[in-house]
């Protein structure tokens, strides 16, 4: 039983550049969210997953998009990398209500 | 707006002392509530929750206390240990939809001191 796997662990994109975070979790939980982490920002909600199928803005979505893959799968992608997208990226999962688990993070860091 | 809002940045305490870690929220709809710790290079992981319906819940080490009227929530580290240094996110639940969505506060990092 992984949990809640991310990759890639690490990324150096040039401004412009595209790529997709992938998240998978293997405990059957419905609710699947991405993160960003920021010096004195906390975590901020990007998008999030209530159950397979559909997608919803969180707190910071611009620049990025999501896809529900299914259950298990939930991917983050950033279509034209910028600077400010300079950050650490959780993924978790939650079976309904309250606690989140979270996977090891991506830190990805644009030129 | 912040409305969930952990305002000391960090916190250093001796070994075997109290660490007493404080978070403030704004939305009085919030009925759960959460604390996260987190180790560098690691994700968070939960730690101790509370129902807005009590006051006080305890795990071994771990008390976190709700004041409601006052909207403020901390957490109680007795007695606390080096392996304790991390940063602390306390988190709230609003209940109000089933998305499950958790709100963050900003942290605290936390350095127990030998």
């Known amino acids: 039983n992984a949990g809640v796997t991310q990759t890639p662990k690490f990324q150096v994109l040039k401004t412009g550049q595209s790529m997709t975070l992938q998240c998978a979790q293997d405990?059957?939980?419905?609710?699947m969210y991405w993160y960003r982490q920021d010096p004195g920002m906390g975590l901020r909600l990007i998008y999030y997953?209530?159950?397979?199928?559909?997608?919803d803005k969180g707190e910071v979505p611009n620049g990025y998009n999501v896809s529900r893959l299914n259950k298990r799968e939930f991917s983050l992608r950033l279509e034209s990398a910028a600077p400010s997208q300079t950050s650490v990226y959780f993924c978790?999962?939650?079976?309904?209500?309250?606690?989140?688990?979270f996977g090891p993070g991506t830190r990805l860091t644009v030129l | 707006d912040q409305q969930v809002k952990q305002n000391s940045p960090s916190l250093s305490v001796q070994e075997g002392r109290i660490s007493i870690l404080n978070c403030d929220y704004t939305?009085?709809?919030?009925?759960?509530f959460l604390w996260y710790k987190k180790y560098p290079a690691e994700g968070p992981t939960f730690l101790i929750s509370?129902?807005?319906?009590?006051d006080k819940n305890e795990d071994g080490r771990f008390t976190v206390f709700l004041n409601k009227s006052a909207k403020h929530l901390s957490l109680h580290i007795v007695p606390s240990q080096p392996g304790d240094s991390a940063v602390y996110f306390c988190?709230?639940?609003?209940?109000?939809?089933?998305?499950?969505?958790?709100?963050f506060g900003q942290g605290t990092t936390l350095q127990v001191k030998p």
């Open positions: 978790a999962s939650t079976p309904g209500k309250h606690t989140q688990y």
């Open positions: 939305n009085s709809m919030f009925d759960y």
């Open positions: 988190a709230a639940d609003s209940g109000s939809s089933n998305t499950g969505k958790l709100i």
């Open positions: 509370i129902s807005s319906i009590k």
């Open positions: 405990m059957n939980h419905n609710s």
């Open positions: 997953s209530a159950s397979e199928g559909t997608t």
